[in-house]
T-cell receptor, first 111, second 116 residues
Framework: DAKTTQPNSMESNEEEPVHLPCNHS???????IHWYRQLPSQGPEYVIH???SNVNNRMASLAIAEDRKSSTLILHRATLRDAAVYYC????????????FGTGTSLTVIP | GAVVSQHPSRVICKSGTSVKIECRSL??????MFWYRQFPKQSLMLMAT?????????EQGVEKDKFLINHASLTLSTLTVTSAHPEDSSFYIC????????????FGPGTRLLVL
């Protein structure tokens, strides 16, 4: 299963943009890139996903490198409610669509 | 997004007893359900994948006779921890997917199991 690498932790000031990086150098052509976030003692919450093109939704934007070996989740204005662990996951279409979670990035938002 | 519920939200049981956790997809049909467990300060670990009406596929190292999974309908999957021991204490999370090429998973709120 393809692996992702994320920084263990990041900090951001409230109302400033946050760029959360993810490296996935072994990604295959059919792997979708998914981002989830998890608050303490809760299940993961879907944030965004993409394949090749950049994606935007009401929660965030996803910027995918041209070679697809890395991606960046962008929170345009961090709020205190965005403090969570963010997981970047590769979804393998050819092997049952399982998700294998990495260690994620713990985001702290400073008021 | 789609909604997944879990019941109970937390359970305490004695060592040696069995515990059943239910996972329901409330507003979509989950053709595939996934079960994860998460120990404190760690990431989610996939335990098994189940397709409706089929036997579950377990990840390496997960005992299928200890963690019984049933996925009898498109909206319900159950995980039974048999003969639970203190080391089975963990946060159990289910995820549901309705299928399709770009389908994502929607996760339940989790069940906190404490085995005394």
């Amino acid at each position: 299963d393809a692996k992702t690498t994320q920084p263990n932790s990041m900090e951001s000031n409230e109302e400033e943009p946050v760029h959360l990086p993810c490296n996935h150098s072994t990604i295959s052509g059919t792997d979708y890139i998914h981002w989830y976030r998890q608050l303490p003692s809760q299940g993961p919450e879907y944030v965004i996903h993409g394949l090749t093109s950049n994606v935007n939704n009401r929660m965030a934007s996803l910027a995918i490198a041209e070679d697809r070996k890395s991606s960046t989740l962008i929170l345009h204005r961090a709020t205190l409610r965005d403090a969570a662990v963010y997981y970047c996951i590769l979804r393998a279409l050819n092997t049952g669509n399982q998700f294998y979670f990495g260690t994620g990035t713990s985001l702290t938002v400073i008021p | 997004g789609a909604v997944v519920s879990q019941h109970p939200s937390r359970v305490i049981c004695k060592s040696g007893t069995s515990v059943k956790i239910e996972c329901r997809s409330l507003d979509f049909q989950a053709t595939t359900m996934f079960w994860y467990r998460q120990f404190p300060k760690q990431s989610l670990m996939l335990m098994a994948t189940s397709n409706e009406g089929s036997k579950a596929t377990y990840e390496q190292g997960v005992e299928k006779d200890k963690f019984l999974i049933n996925h009898a309908s498109l909206t319900l999957s159950t995980l039974t921890v048999t003969s639970a021991h203190p080391e089975d204490s963990s946060f159990y999370i289910c995820g549901g997917a309705s299928g399709g090429a770009i389908e994502t998973q929607y996760f339940g709120p989790g069940t906190r199991l404490l085995v005394l």
